[in-house]
Every structure is written in C-alpha cells, then in structure tokens.
C-alpha cells in the first residue's frame, strides 16, 4: 500500500502546486509620479529628523498622522509628500501633476 503511494507522490505534489499556483496571482499597480524636476533635491530628506526637514524646507502646507505602529506620519509640500516614521525622515514622494 505504502509504495503505490509513494509512487503517486510527485504526480500528488505536482497536482497540488498546479491548483494553488491556478488561484495565485498578482496584479501591477501603475502609479504615475509626473516629471522629475531637479529644483527640488527631495532625495536629500531620508534619515533627517522633522526639525532638520523644517529648517531644509519650511512649515508643511499640511501634516497627517501619526498613524498606526510605528506611528507615520505625512507633511504635505507644494510638489511631494515627506512620510516619517516617528520623528525620522522615511520617503519623499513626488506628486503627481496631470
């Protein structure tokens, strides 16, 4: 009995990933994100504190957060968004212009 089976293992294994490789897929998500100017050195920003952006770039035009664990947060520029992650510069996102 156990070497019948041990026989049908790979076809078993083989029909198994089949069937959940049939259910798994992804999709791609386009996210536009405009031109890229160089007039604003966004880059710069990862790993500064949100005393140290301010001095870089002045008050935010608007701040959302903290939210969730650990706490994120988003200030709103003209052209990009600084995320942080409790008080440390995380990502700058350019905004989209269309």
Known sequence: MFNGLRKQLPALAGATLLALSVGAHAENLEVPVGAQSSETRVEQMRGLKKDEVTARLGEPLGI?????EPAITRWEYNDFYVYFEWDVALHTVKKHRG
């Open 64 to 68: 959302q957060g903290p939210v969730g």
